[in-house]
């Protein structure tokens, strides 16, 4: 999203294209450092990391693209899968859309999973087709990658309500500034204080928040929007409205 939130020190030119507020906040000069540091609070680094060894050797190893990427496919998890399912919701694989995979070398495992956080993307989504949700998944993963591992969302959700994966489940995303731990995020596009999220949004998110919080045993108090945790317009005012609604009327539990 693009408008400014009250007290923040927007750098509009420097948040790249599918950043929401969460992005915009963080001074371009620290870019993300919170999101993706390597070290810090973590205590590790990559030569210390055995398991960020094991990952970024497998990705030398897959000459051509990356276990997440578009071109190598693998039988562990959803890997490598052009579409897979969570709980009863499909959901369509990286593999389907995604040109490169993740910077492991940037990446932090995910722990726990103990949260969901929902958001919009801030951008305008009209109308939608396959294709168009594809160019636009892979518009974020490339703006966001220029500064972070990946994409920041883990899922996404388009306007005719398919599911896109984004960053996968065993990253840490870069969605929340300093929530990133053990929280899934779910993005929907559209710019939701100017548009209302469609019916097949408003079918598929709580599908898939239901789905998540069956795999990760998350109740209702453990899904947030990006503005229950920080100060931001994200999800914007109509999908804030709605996540307030499906939480007290029981549509989640
Ligand atoms: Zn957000």
């Not at 400014?4 to 963080?26: F, W």
């Not at 276990?67 to 369509?92: F, L, N, P, Q, W």
């Not at 100017?194 to 709580?206: D, G, N, V, Y």
Request: net charge positive; hydrophobic share 30%; proline share 6%.
């Amino acid at each position: 999203m693009y408008e400014p939130v009250p007290g923040s020190k927007h750098q509009y030119t420097s948040v790249p294209q599918g950043a929401d507020v969460s992005d915009q906040m963080i001074p371009p000069n620290t870019a993300h450092a919170p999101e993706e540091s390597i070290s810090g609070k973590w205590g590790w680094t990559p030569e210390k990391s055995k398991w960020r060894q094991q990952q970024l050797a497998k990705q030398r190893a897959k000459a051509g693209g990356s276990s997440y990427g578009t071109s190598v496919s693998s039988s562990a998890t959803s890997r490598g899968a052009k579409t897979y399912y969570v709980g009863h919701v499909k959901v369509i694989g990286r593999k389907s859309w995604a040109r490169k995979g993740p910077n492991l070398a940037r990446a932090n495992k995910m722990g726990r999973i103990n949260k969901i956080t929902v958001h919009h993307d801030g951008i305008l989504m009209p109308k939608c087709s396959y294709s168009i949700a594809a160019k636009r998944m892979e518009s974020i993963r490339g703006g966001h990658a220029s500064s972070w591992a990946d994409i920041g969302y883990h899922y996404c959700i388009d306007r005719d309500g398919r599911v896109w994966e984004g960053r996968p489940i065993d990253l840490q995303g870069a969605h929340v500034k300093k929530h990133n731990p053990n929280n899934v995020g779910v993005m929907v596009m559209g710019h939701f204080n100017k548009q209302s999220p469609s019916k097949q949004q408003l079918r598929a998110l709580p599908q898939l928040l239901k789905a998540l919080q069956g795999k990760y045993r998350i109740s209702k108090k453990g899904v947030f929007t990006h503005q229950e945790l920080m100060p931001t317009a994200c999800p914007g005012k109509y999908l804030q409205r709605y996540m307030v609604g499906i939480r007290k009327n029981g549509m989640i539990v």
